[in-house]
Structure formats: C-alpha cells, structure tokens
C-alpha cells in the first residue's frame, strides 16, 4: 500500500512538472509541439505506419512458427496479395498494420492464434499531377523511395523544374482521395514555414494519386523573392532563360541570361539571374534612364500580368540588393526614361555596375583628331575636348556649340563657353550624352584669313596663268 502511494505521489509530481512547464513556455511564447496542421497531413508526417499500400509494394510476411509460409510477396494490379492456403486478399489502400490485421484475421480461421507480421521492402512508384506555378506542369511518376525515405513535396517540385517566382508557396493545395470517405480531401501546405522556420512537416509525403496545385501570389515581396529563388525547390538557376529588355538601355530588345557564361552570382552570394544581370546584358543604361521606376512584367500561368517596381536607386545608393529582383522565363523589364537629371545624378550612374561601359560622341572642327570618340559614360564636354587632341591653332577656344539628339526626335543646339580649367558644371562644362556632337569653330583670325585666301584666289590664279603664257 505504501509503495501504490509512493507511486501515485511521484506520478503526481511528473504531471505538475509537466504542466508547469506547458505554462512557461506558453508564456514565453515559444513555439509548442500542438501546431496547425492536423487531420491526415499530421498523422503521416514521420509515420511510417501511415504508408498505404499500393499496387506494386513489395512486403516481406513473416509467419511465426511458420518458416514455409514466411516470403516476399507482392501486391498485384488489382490490389491484392496472394498468400498459401489463404489465397487472395486486398490490401490496396490499406496501412501496414491494417494489412496485418487483415491478413491475421484470414488465417485465424484456420490457424490457432497466428502471428504475422509485414515489412515494406520495396515501394512502388507514386504517380503524381502538379499544376500552377510550377516550371514544368503535368504528371510525373517518381521512382520507387525506400521506406525510410519516401517521396516528398519538395521532391516532386524538383523534378517537375522547381516552382516559378509568381509561386505563393504559403497556400499550395494539395488534394488526395480519401481512404475513409468517398471523395478528396485538401490539405494547405505552408513552404514558407520550412524555408524560414525549417519545418520539416509542411514537406508532406506524397502518396499515389495525389494532385499539387501551386498558386498565384497576388502581391510580389522583392525580399521574399529572393529567398524563395534560393530555396532547392525553387527553378533552377542554372537554365538561360529568354527576357526582354526595353527602353533607356543600349541594345534594347530580347536577351538570353546564362549564370554560368556571361554573368556571375549576387554580391549576397544569390545564384539568379536578376534585373542589374539582365540589364548588363542588354548593354547598361543609357544616361537618360529613370532607374527609380523600372518595372518587371511578368505573365503567370493564368494570363495576368504582374507588374513588379523595383528601385534601382535604393540599390546604387543604400545598397539594397532586396531590389535586385530574381528573374523568370519570359520576364520583360521596363527602364523608363527620366524626366529631369542632376549633375550628381548623372555621375552616380555612370559609376554603376549595370551602366554602359562606354559611349560614343563626335568631336569635330579645329582639334587636333576630330571624330568619333569612345569615352565613358557621363564624360563632361571639356574631357571630350582633350580626349579629341584639344584645339588646334586656328580654333575658337572661347565658345563651341553640342549638337544633340533628344529622344522625341527634336534636335537641341546649345552655345557653351569654354573654361577647360571648369569641374563638370551644367552651364559650362556640361556631361555629354551618347550621340552628342560638339562642334568647335574658327577663330576670328582664322575666319579672316580663309575668306581673304578665298576672295584673293581668282586673282592669283590669273596671275599665275599669265607667267605661264609669258605675257
């Protein structure tokens, strides 16, 4: 009697520790093993008794006692095992221990007090259909996984291409046909919890049958992108992919991205391909490009278009690579063109990673080497000078005129006085634009002697005829 109270006060103890424990955890807000997810997704989750079986299974029953009926056997097309003396019996949808119930419940009209028992040693291959935002939608039949080891979600997303970046991985549908009523059941999947907790439960065991539907995502996080593109069952960055791109950028147009050929990883160690990579490739921005309002449009699986902003600023200057959007096949990007630019603005784009490396202007008149000149972006009008040989001796070295070529098609012809000892000013050493001419004049003295040679040039050449005729 005293050891049964010694017992119950012990047991007593355990139980208001417990419970005491429930009630600083709950307090403290930390995270308790009672969660969300419940009904048929809960109960297989690392339960291997929850494997149903299937057409194809390969069981090892074992007979105590009974060496000549233990064997490999396998279920057949039409969802049964065929067992000695007990002949056929169905198995299809049932969990090993219900098969073993089953099977046990056969032979106990024979046998007195049969022991068996089952051991899944080989799987069949599971049949699944994904659709939505995925890669590459359809049904795929993945390979025979061990037992210990069967096939997951994010499996299935790996093999179908991984999902898109229009993807809402918090609200994927996963549907089943019920092996308890007639019908499917849904189940909601939230990925976002295995990629940013490690919950390994949202990566649910697929079972033969099951349909994945992947949603839409009706707004677009640039921080969130970049994390799912970085997940495994993201797509994989690894393809090219076809993107287009359009406006204030040098080749304007359709491009192919390559990670591993053309372009290199994030500076946060991302392996996409982003918006500054795509921009690279179509040859950087032009100097009129307003990188505060670039867009991303994008198409997903049910023909909307999304438009996604994306601030290239923020990134040139505080250095937000959140901006830096992860690409998708069939991605157009939209650099728009700026309606007002600082001198500051100006340089700070120049000086940037996804900027052209160089451009072209035209220096012509009296200089020393006139003509088409490579120089970098933003170059003011008095390096451009220098860089065409500087002026020679019959130039007007007080004023030149830049011709440019607006991109509305009108044509600016601007007078700038020259001071080659100005820093870069927007009155009088102004930075050039790809295409600018800047024209530089004769001097006065010049001017003079040209139309002097020009009105003396008759007379001299009658002169010249007559001592030849030798009048």
Do not use: C
Request: hydrophobic share 40%.
């Amino acid at each position: 009697m005293r050891s049964h109270r010694h017992t119950n006060t012990r047991w007593w103890r355990w139980l208001a520790g417990g419970m005491a424990v429930t009630q600083i955890v709950a307090g403290l807000g930390l995270p308790q093993a009672s969660m969300a997810m419940d009904g048929w997704v809960a109960q297989q989750i690392s339960s291997p008794t929850r494997y149903v079986l299937g057409a194809g299974d390969r069981l090892n029953v074992e007979f105590f006692n009974i060496p000549e009926y233990t064997d490999q056997y396998q279920v057949l097309s039409d969802g049964t095992l065929h067992l000695p003396q007990a002949g056929t019996i169905a198995v299809e949808g049932l969990t090993l221990e219900q098969a073993t119930q089953a099977i046990t419940a056969r032979y106990a009209q024979f046998l007195r007090r049969p022991i068996i028992s089952l051991n899944l040693l080989q799987a069949r291959p599971v049949t699944v259909a994904i659709a939505g935002e995925i890669s590459r939608p359809g049904s795929y039949t993945l390979a025979a996984a061990s037992p210990d080891s069967p096939s997951t979600l994010t499996q299935v997303l790996q093999e179908a291409g991984g999902v898109t970046q229009s993807a809402d991985v918090r609200r994927i549908q996963i549907r089943r046909v019920s092996d308890r009523t007639v019908g499917t059941e849904s189940v909601t999947i939230n990925l976002w919890d295995l990629i940013q907790a490690g919950d390994i439960r949202q990566d649910l065991t697929l079972r033969d049958g099951d349909s994945i539907v992947i949603p839409t995502a009706t707004t677009m996080n640039p921080e969130e992108s970049r994390r799912l593109a970085a997940a495994n069952f993201a797509a994989d960055a690894t393809q090219p992919i076809q993107v287009a791109v359009v406006g204030e950028v040098n080749r304007p147009g359709p491009h192919t991205l390559r990670l591993n050929t053309n372009l290199t990883s994030s500076n946060d160690g991302l392996e996409a391909l982003t918006v500054s990579q795509a921009i690279r490739v179509a040859g950087g921005i032009t100097q009129l490009a307003d990188i505060r309002d670039i867009q991303v449009r994008r198409v997903t699986h049910t023909g909307q278009e999304q438009l996604i902003p994306v601030d290239f600023w923020e990134l040139l200057m505080a250095g937000n690579l959140q901006q830096d959007l992860p690409l998708q096949n069939g991605d157009t990007i939209v650099v728009p063109t700026a309606t007002a630019l600082t001198s500051a603005e100006l340089a700070g784009l120049a000086s940037a990673s996804f900027a052209a490396d160089s451009m072209t202007v035209y220096v012509v008149g009296e200089v020393s080497a006139p003509g088409a000149i490579a120089l970098p972006p933003s170059t003011s009008l008095n390096q451009a000078i220098l860089a065409a040989g500087g002026f020679n001796n019959r130039a007007r070295r007080s004023r030149v005129e830049l011709v440019r070529l607006n991109p509305d098609g009108t044509i600016l012809k601007e007078s700038i006085d020259v001071d080659l000892s100005e820093t870069l000013n927007a009155a009088d050493n102004p930075s050039l634009r790809p295409g600018d001419t800047v024209l530089v004049g004769r001097s006065g003295l010049a001017s003079f002697s040209d139309t002097l040679g020009l009105l003396l040039s008759p007379v001299t050449g009658v002169a010249s005829l007559l001592r030849l005729l030798g009048l």
